[in-house]
């Protein structure tokens, strides 16, 4: 499979577009990258309002590289490092909607549609969603919700 190292520009539009498919809106200032550069915030108390913020994580894949030397002649090789990174996406939502748009944001993502067209990009979800009772929730009071994804370009490290 051919290298797909997305930059965070690459993976903040993904997360973006899909979070825009899953709260069923076109409007582009109704899900926002990261926090407004402007200052303050620019929304009023009524409108609905997603924030996305994607960052490198640290994780037991991120520790490992795979280092081969294939040979080019008989003096000459090239150095290859094969490397999983890890990639933390943070939801915060604000609004009247917005502990409904947490949960369906956390819902969709496990759904078939959302997870083919990660692995298009050759991005695999960990869920982290609560098997048992003790498990963390990454669902909070005020309506945010996380996922974290892992980048694979060593594929036998996931089960997928």
Known sequence: MAETNL???ELE???STITSQI???LDESRVRIGWPREGAPAWKIDED???I???FDDDPYTRQTETTYPA?????ANQSVAYTRVVR???TFYGPSSFEDADKVRVEFLRQNFKDTLKAKNLFLITDTPCRPGCRSFLTAVGGTGHRFICDSMKRLIAA
């Open 7 to 9: 930059t965070i520009t």
């Open 13 to 15: 539009d993904t997360f």
């Open 23 to 25: 709260l069923g809106t």
């Open 49 to 51: 309002i997603a924030f």
């Open 53 to 55: 913020l994607v960052a």
């Open 72 to 76: 080019l002649d008989q003096f000459n």
């Open 89 to 91: 996406v943070s939801w």
